[in-house]
């Protein structure tokens, strides 16, 4: 069982920045792909940012290159999301997931969510 807590979420003006961290439990979490989503209310879920198992090939949503940038400290069993050049429109509960296969396609496991709110 792998259990994921994020946090580092707040509120912070338009332009501002934000890093959040996601720590994750479990010895095989250098073999993880993980995985950044978002929720904003009344909207589905969507996909944020994603790095696989050896922390290369990073992937963004188109809305957020460029300003957000995924990384990863397998040390440290951690995950982070810096956010930088943040918009009203990034206001939503982000969530951390991970992809056991390492594939960034399988999301077994998620974490609860950190408030994130941006305001204008």
């Known amino acids: 069982q792998v259990q994921l807590v994020e946090s580092g979420g707040g509120l912070v003006q338009a332009g501002g920045s934000l890093r959040l961290s996601c720590a994750a439990s479990?010895?095989?979490?250098?073999?993880?792909?993980m995985g950044w989503f978002r929720q904003a209310p009344g909207k589905e879920r969507e996909f944020v940012a994603t790095?696989?198992?050896?922390?290369?090939?990073?992937y963004y949503a188109d809305s957020v290159k460029g300003r957000f940038t995924v990384s990863r400290d397998n040390a440290k069993n951690t995950v982070y999301l810096q956010m930088n050049s943040l918009k009203p429109e990034d206001t939503a509960v982000y969530y951390c997931?991970?992809?056991?296969?390492?594939?960034?396609?399988?999301?077994?496991?998620w974490g609860q969510g950190t408030q994130v709110t941006v305001s204008s």
């Open positions: 790095m696989n198992w050896s922390g290369g090939r990073p």
């Open positions: 479990g010895r095989t979490f250098s073999s993880y792909a």
């Open positions: 997931a991970a992809d056991p296969s390492g594939r960034a396609s399988g999301w077994a496991y």
